[in-house]
């Protein structure tokens, strides 16, 4: 049990840390060039979080359990205070205090990203590996809501003249709103809903639709990056929610092992 616990918080620390500096990234890139204090705090977290990249690599699944648990308090206390930051951000953009070109929903989705990330490593710190079947329905929720984010993202990033893909991208998020509320019908009907048939039935038709818009976006990410397709999408971005597609099947291949 020590030393899956000691795997899952360096595997969630490698992947999470890197989407954190990313996130700071993408921010800073999106401010106007007098934000300069908000840009200076969006690089601050770039060093944080590599620093802590730094910091993982010393560390393997055969490091003491009270190390990583250290370790993941240190790392939960970074990804706290991104996620603070990135709602002083949303705040700021929502009271019109200031103005960039950081959609409030992206703001948003990202500082639910921190929440998730800080929440996970309090997880594995209370010794909480496998999830109850009820918190596999809330971690769907989570998943479905960032891909129908990401699908609504991509459709407004690329060129109105690119219709096609905007087309594309629009009916990825109409089926993903569509599977959030389904999932949220699912959770409202638990106990009777928490185990048996029902529950891999959703996961199989979750990974189905994620695999599809995985391979959609590995597709725009591939002609973003031989600038084969007219958009404003940062080619780093087009692989950002392409690893997090795949995040996603990965976590519901956990799941469905979790069941059998």
Not at 7 to 29: C, G, V, Y
Not at 66 to 72: E, L, V
Not at 93 to 98: A, F, G, N, V, W
Not at 189 to 210: C, D, H
């Amino acid at each position: 049990m020590a030393n899956a616990i000691v795997a899952r918080s360096l595997d969630e620390i490698k992947f999470w840390s890197r989407i954190m500096k990313e996130h700071a990234l993408f921010l800073s890139l999106g401010f106007t060039h007098e934000q300069k204090q908000l840009i200076t705090e969006a690089q601050q977290f770039i060093t944080v979080f590599e620093r802590i990249e730094e910091k993982l690599s010393k560390f393997t699944v055969n490091s003491d359990l009270r190390q990583i648990q250290a370790f993941n308090r240190e790392v939960f206390q970074a990804a706290a205070s991104i996620w603070q930051y990135k709602r002083k951000v949303l705040g700021l953009t929502l009271r019109c205090e200031i103005r960039s070109n950081n959609f409030p929903l992206l703001v948003d989705h990202i500082s639910r990203e921190a929440a998730y990330f800080a929440n996970r490593l309090k997880e594995l710190n209370e010794g909480k590996l496998v999830p109850k079947p009820e918190a596999i329905i809330e971690e769907n929720v989570f998943f479905l809501r960032i891909m129908a984010d990401h699908a609504k993202f991509i459709g407004h990033l690329l060129d109105p003249s690119e219709r096609k893909l905007v087309e594309q991208a629009r009916e990825f998020s109409h089926d993903f709103d569509q599977l959030v509320f389904q999932a949220v019908d699912l959770e409202s009907m638990r106990p009777q809903s928490e185990t048996g048939p029902i529950l891999s039935q959703f996961l199989n038709q979750n990974k189905v639709s994620v695999a599809s818009l995985r391979d959609f976006k590995k597709t725009a990410r591939e002609l973003i990056e031989a600038c084969r397709i007219k958009s404003i999408i940062h080619p780093l971005l087009a692989d950002h929610t392409f690893r997090e597609a795949e995040r996603f099947l990965e976590i519901i291949d956990l799941f469905e092992a979790s069941l059998e």
